[in-house]
């Protein structure tokens, strides 16, 4: 009878590359966290091709949502608004970025004059506890459009969070 077992090396080595994948994985998905916040540096300080750069190094498929919203605010602030649109609606899709990637969609919409539909995007998210901004925007919009009863609603819901603490002092968004 043959003797099966597989050499010693072979053994060694499917050892050290799970191993290596295993511990690489989280690194890599740290990584990505870091150039996220990289990026996200680099578009808050107006510094739009380092930021280009560093969302171009995103190589998580579990980051490429956060990707394409901060992709959506950059293409944003350089005026390239149906770019950004597309990159917007691609971030929605995410559940946990549903609230900011509405917000940015109407923010883009109301820029190109697009006013109902900018409206109807901010509604879509409107009951979701963490879509302060888009409340906030669509309270906004709709006193420019000199429908201030309709406003009140939303903006009192913002109200109601700072009162119930659902907003604090760490929560900077929501303070703004």
Do not use: C
Not at 5 to 32: I, K, N, Y
Not at 61 to 79: C, I, M, N
């Amino acid at each position: 009878m043959l003797n099966r077992r597989r050499p010693w090396f072979l053994t060694r080595f499917s050892s050290v590359a799970l191993a290596l994948s295993l511990a690489l994985s989280p690194s890599l998905a740290l990584a990505d966290q870091a150039t996220l916040d990289e990026a996200k540096k680099a578009i808050d300080a107006s510094e739009y091709d380092e930021a280009e750069a560093a969302l171009a190094k995103i190589t998580d498929k579990k980051e490429a949502s956060t990707a394409a919203l901060l992709r959506a605010e950059l293409l944003f602030r350089r005026g390239k608004l149906a770019d950004a649109q597309k990159e917007a609606e691609r971030a929605f899709k995410d559940k946990e970025l549903r609230p900011a990637a509405a917000a940015l969609r109407g923010e883009l919409l109301w820029a190109q004059g697009k006013q109902q539909e900018a409206l109807a995007a901010l509604r879509e998210v409107e009951g979701e506890p963490l879509a302060r901004r888009a409340r906030l925007l669509l309270g906004e919009y709709l006193i420019l459009l000199g429908k201030r009863t309709d406003a009140r609603a939303p903006l009192m819901t913002i109200i109601d969070d700072y009162n119930s603490d659902a907003i604090n002092a760490k929560d900077p968004e929501g303070l703004s």
